[in-house]
């Protein structure tokens, strides 16, 4: 699914049935960093169990129930490193999770900005300035995104629920009237005695 790239990522937003556990797994280098962003959209309480092993099956990093996180880690070994998203803790909740998985460093943006000897000119500092706030606001786009589809999910789960709640109010409403005539009109109505006994 992911390949391996000096600077490079994978954006992903998949399906988590409940009492399951999807993995995803990575071949890195050793010394190579790596970060893992993930966020639940929708389900449940918007929570999910992570956990990443190194390739020595050593755990690195493990959360449970956590709405969202950030992992960033450099590798000490080289080999296939895995992650996991499970959702096993809930037996009727369905969620959808968004993980960014972002591998290496990021490149300079001038070429020969890591040997440089001279302090940069104001043109220089002012594109790496202009390149930090574009990052901030990708990240920060990214975020109020999957904020948005969370609370569309609520927002629509919250209208369900009122929309069966009306429903079921109607119909009560409905059966109780019924039943107010109905009594109401027992009250009213006259019994009349029998004709058994014939006058002479």
């Known amino acids: 699914l992911l390949c391996a790239l000096r600077a490079g990522g994978t954006e992903l ?11 995803f797994h990575q071949e ?19 929570d999910v169990d ?17 709405q969202y ?23 009727f909740s369905h969620k959808t999770v968004y993980f960014d998985f972002q591998v290496g460093d990021e490149p300079p943006i001038l070429p020969d900005m890591s040997n440089r ?10 594109c790496v300035t202009i390149h930090e706030a574009l990052n901030t606001v990708i ?3 990214t975020h109020y995104r999957l904020r948005e589809a969370q609370d569309r999910s609520r927002a629509e789960d919250l209208n369900g629920r009122v929309s069966y709640w009306s429903v079921g109010e ?17 009250f009213f109505t ?7 006994g014939a006058g002479t």
């Open 13 to 23: 937003t998949f399906e988590l049935p409940d009492s399951d556990k999807q993995c």
């Open 28 to 46: 890195l280098e050793r010394g190579l960093k790596f970060t893992l962003d993930y966020q639940v959209i929708t389900g449940g309480h918007y």
């Open 50 to 66: 992570c956990y990443v092993e190194d390739p020595n099956g050593r755990t690195i990093y493990k959360e449970t129930k956590k």
């Open 69 to 91: 996180d950030s992992f960033p880690h450099r590798t000490e070994v080289k080999g296939v490193y895995t992650f996991c998203f499970s959702n096993e803790f809930s037996t």
């Open 117 to 126: 000897v001279t302090a940069l000119t104001q043109m220089e500092s002012a």
């Open 139 to 141: 990240d920060s786009q």
């Open 170 to 186: 109607t119909l009560i409403l409905f059966v109780v009237s019924i039943g107010q005539v109905m009594l109401l009109k027992s």
């Open 190 to 196: 006259e019994k009349r005695p029998g004709s058994s």
